[in-house]
């Protein structure tokens, strides 16, 4: 049985090698004392034991990791804000001795249990809703897509959010260790976070603090300490603030505006967007909805007169989407037959002949407007468009010398 302490107010560990030597300012280091029957005692979840047994037996490793290194580390690892975590080398369960017992509904971790076979794991741990750490794994995974399409360097990645407290993000760390796991994780408690990193220093995993250091930096800049308190914590005054009310709105002003609705509001619209179908316009404008812009989009279809308030607007709140005609007759034949449509059914919706002659209308009109940007879709993400029309959008708000997307808060 060995035994590791943990604290949710843990001190900095030193790297000085004299560390583990007793001294005359410092009480001689005691063994544990009897577990307390009352002391709140937490175990791994069964569905990540049986998960890891599985994927042990899978790529032939043993079921348990050698502890004896960690034992010598944790003695003299000389941080005394700890309490008791008991591992038992025979089990895969892990105790948690606190001297308070777990506050009612507290939060706990809410393990993925849905993993592929094989291949590497990234766990990605969160305060919040794990939004931050999520999107910039999945961006750094964009660097390797060459070997990850052909399963070269296959990687399983499982989000834990909501972990506000030691306890959970403890048991997270272990079976990290026991999977060999990267842990990336985003912790607005300091006291958490280094908690974090020293846990995973023990136990060898590999982990990267990817908020503290850019948030260190802008408390260095504006002068200022960082509350410490994740996002949405009850703490947080406001927080439902005014921004959030507004992405609200917009959310629910582009909903009722897809498709060339209510043509009459389009004055009200922040960005409208002009395109035949399918070159993406309604996800586009939910997409920008969601950053808190009112979009308005209108198809234009051939020989269909468009909206006069479309021309009434500001032109330069218009912008005009369009996609090379091969392209667009792929997509349209797919939502044709994901429709249970036939070729005879919609002839002429995807038939190349019509689909070049719509777009020609289409390009027409956009010359007729040259205010307007046209902006080709072929190939782009919603994410790559959204961030061309926002910047451009910016561009003409703030009239920028240097291209950007500007927001104060």
Not at 6 to 22: G, R, W
Not at 184 to 197: K, M
Not at 211 to 225: D, K, R, Y
């Amino acid at each position: 049985m060995i035994s590791i302490s943990l604290s949710n107010a843990p001190a900095p560990i030193t790297s000085s090698p004299q560390q583990s030597k007793p001294s005359s300012s410092s009480p001689p280091v005691s063994q544990p004392s009897p577990r307390d029957p009352k002391a709140g005692r937490i175990k791994t979840s069964p569905q990540l034991n049986r998960w890891s047994r599985a994927r042990a037996i899978r790529s032939g490793r043993k079921l348990d990791r050698p502890m004896q290194q960690l034992s010598a580390q944790v003695r003299n690892s000389g941080n005394p804000a700890l309490r008791t975590i008991v591992t038992d080398e025979n089990t895969d369960e892990i105790e948690f001795q606190t001297s308070s017992p777990r506050k009612e509904g507290g939060s706990s971790a809410r393990f993925v249990t849905d993993v592929a076979a094989g291949g590497k794991s990234i766990y990605m741990v969160s305060d919040g809703t794990g939004w931050t750490a999520e999107h910039l794994v999945h961006a750094a995974l964009g660097q390797f897509d060459y070997c990850l399409v052909d399963r070269v360097c296959a990687v399983n990645t499982h989000l834990f959010s909501g972990i506000d407290d030691v306890e959970p993000l403890m048991e997270i760390i272990k079976q990290a260790a026991k999977e060999g796991a990267m842990l990336v994780y985003t912790l607005a408690d300091p006291s958490i976070a280094e908690t974090a990193r020293q846990a995973c220093e023990l136990w060898g995993v590999t982990c990267t603090d990817i908020l503290s250091p850019v948030t260190e930096t802008i408390a260095a800049h504006l002068g200022v300490s960082p509350s410490g308190l994740p996002r949405w914590s009850p703490g947080r005054k406001n927080s439902l603030s005014e921004e959030y009310f507004r992405r609200i709105e917009a959310i629910e002003f582009t909903i009722k505006q897809d498709d060339g609705a209510l043509p009459q509001n389009l004055t009200k619209a922040d960005i409208i967007l002009a395109g035949v179908s399918r070159t993406g316009k309604t996800p586009l404008s939910i997409y920008l909805s969601q950053k808190g812009y009112k979009v308005a989009n209108v198809p234009i279809v051939m020989n269909v007169e468009l909206p006069r308030s479309l021309f009434e607007v500001d032109p330069e709140k218009v912008f005009a989407l369009t996609i090379n005609p091969v392209v667009l007759l792929t997509i349209r034949k797919a939502r044709a037959k994901s429709l249970g449509f036939g070729d005879e059914n919609w002839s002429s919706y995807s038939d190349m002949d019509y689909v070049k002659a719509e777009l020609e209308f289409a390009r027409n009109i956009f010359q007729q407007n040259p205010i307007w940007p046209v902006i080709e879709v072929s190939g782009k993400a919603i994410e790559e468009t959204a961030a061309i029309v926002l910047r451009l959008y910016h561009d003409r708000k703030n009239r920028c010398s240097m291209p950007r997307i500007s927001k104060r808060y």
